[in-house]
């Protein structure tokens, strides 16, 4: 018998445990600026070259290290910030587990200058493989500055997998903004390859807001605010006719820390209700305070998804908040004109603990039985008609592979000639009758399906409309770097553009028909945002990704009334496709109600 289990050297640990917590550049930057905030400081600057390839460097003025702790920080499992297992139920510092420094200086070289308020010299340490090279003393202002170079530089496998500095660069700055939106107490700078992308000095939430994302959000959102025993609440929502497509402007906080929590975001969404179209989205900057002792601190520290003992009840302050928040502020003049509207919001005592409302209904009422003079009964039978009938049909619909393989959509003999009827539901549904029964049409996936289809599918590039005055859209230094490498794409799509000498302005001259000049900048905001968003996601084509968010954001909207000429340009247009029964984005664009699934309805009750 032999042994071969062996502890394995300090700095291979170190360089395996760092995988899990400095994957790219941005987890880095996310490390040192929540230690330069646990260390209390008020300014703090961010300086990255080559989206942190090169250098990520953070200095801010907090309480530094004295000389020994210098060291010792780097070391596995060294922090300051908690002492005993029960600390780990009241943690208040954003690291606590001692893992980033150790984990950072196995993948980098790390150069480090610290002084202590009442020391009048400062230290300098240098690591390299994680052992210290040198430390001295050295004059320096009060706090740390620490200079990450080279990341990655003994990992040739991680340093490889990088992806474009503007992508690591947006990674880099969604950390950021996860920061320093709910920091906003805090001066924060951040320098990229020598430029400065953000100053932002400590001003209101609100006032953060804007500093990141531009002047004009101040206009955008009303206040939400509440306070109970299981949350406190402040933060704010956006007005609903600013819902976007994308959830992209949807910061969620918890204890001054970004957190994902998909259920509590519904909450919010829940709120707004019969306000904004379906597949739109509010913005929102929310935080929550909750006593430490009632969420999970077992989450691993890199992740953002968060769990609280009183979800349920966090659901219902929450979209009760943002009720109260839509509805003081939007509903109030509707209020003076209808009296009579439903409100069910009623304010929450400090120490009451709702609980989330079920959905009463009686599985066997008949639709058909009774009388429909009332409004509230009517509105009874729309629901339960529309269950049965979602029911009914999903049960006949082909699979969605099927749809996807499909070439032509079941079109129930449709008849393409003058002679075909077309009437409109709620201005969304195009419906058709046919010999074989009724088509229905989603008019705005239609529509998206076709004008992807014009885009990709043409050699020659769309031609566009000259704009009487040229319009000027201004860019962050990262996201003007984004509109150009989508420039092929832009032109082909029938844009002109050009790209200010040594700005991140671009005038515009020219736009594919429909577009409004006003919504241009949202336009491209929104293009640049979801071609970072797939970037991260890998997705595999960018050129496709591009065409289809074009696509989605010229077609028409769900609610607009058509003429019938215009209903027959859709539904002949949409025929001609080459795979017309689905959206770019993989939604049916079609339906057939057959002869047999009506009959289905009536005879099976
Ligand atoms: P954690 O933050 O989980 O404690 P880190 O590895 O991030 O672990 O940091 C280790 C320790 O180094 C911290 O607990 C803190 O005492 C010290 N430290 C790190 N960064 C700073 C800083 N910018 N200013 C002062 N002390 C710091
Ligand atoms: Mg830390």
Known sequence: ???????????????????????????????????????????????????GRTLIQVIDNGCGMSDSDARLCFERHATSKIHKADDLFAIHTMGFRGEALASIAAIAQVDMKTRQHDAELGTQVEIEGCSVKDQHACSCPVGTSIAVKNLFYNVPARRNFLKKDTI???????????????????????????????????????QRVCQV??????????????????????????????????????????????????????????????????????????????DPSRMDVNIHPTKT???????SAMFAILRAATKKALGQFSLA?????????????????????????????????????????????????????????????????PSMESLVKQTNVPNGNFDSTENQEYFQIQNRYIACPTNDGLLLVDQRLAHERILFERLTQKEKAVGGQQLLFPVNCQFSAADADIMDEMKTELTHSGFEMQRMA???????????????????QEFFDTLVREFKGAMMEKFSDRGTKIYMTIARRMAI????????????QIVKDLMECNMPAVAPGGERTTTLLTADKIRQIFVNL
Request: hydrophobic residues 35%; glycine residues 4%.
């Open 1 to 51: 018998m032999s042994d071969i289990i062996n502890i394995l050297p300090d700095s291979v640990a170190n360089q395996i445990a760092a995988g899990e917590v400095v994957d790219r550049p941005a987890s880095a930057v996310k490390e040192l600026l929540e230690n330069a905030m646990d260390a209390g400081a008020t300014q703090i600057q961010l300086i990255v070259k080559d989206a």
């Open 168 to 206: 690591e660069l947006s990674h880099i700055e969604e950390v950021f903004r996860r920061i320093t939106l709910i920091h906003n107490d805090i001066s924060f700078t951040f320098h990229s390859n020598g430029k400065l992308l953000y100053d932002l000095r400590s001003d209101t939430m609100l």
């Open 213 to 290: 994302f531009g002047e004009g959000y101040k206009e955008k959102f009303y206040p939400v605010e509440e306070e109970s025993d299981v949350v406190c609440i402040k933060g704010y929502v956006a007005k609903a006719e600013y819902a976007k497509r994308s959830r992209s402007e949807q910061y969620l906080f918890v204890n001054g820390r970004y957190i994902k929590h998909p259920m509590l975001a519904a909450a919010i969404e829940k709120a707004y209700t019969d306000m904004i179209p379906e597949g739109s989205h509010p913005a929102f900057f929310v935080s929550l305070t909750v």
């Open 305 to 311: 998804e968060v769990r609280f003992i009183d979800e």
């Open 333 to 397: 003049t509707e209020f003076e004109f209808n009296p009579s509207t439903e409100f069910d919001f009623t304010p929450l005592p400090k120490g009451y603990v709702p609980v989330e409302p079920k959905i009463d209904y009686n599985p066997t009422y008949n639709p058909f039985a009774g009388t429909h003079d009332t409004n509230k009964r009517d509105d009874h039978n729309r629901d339960n008609w529309k269950n049965f009938f979602e029911e009914r049909t999903d049960d006949c619909t």
């Open 502 to 520: 040594g700005s991140n302005v671009f005038v515009v001259s020219a736009t594919p028909a429909d577009l409004n000049d006003s919504e241009l």
């Open 557 to 568: 909207k769900a609610e607009k009334a058509l003429q019938k000429e215009e209903m027959r």
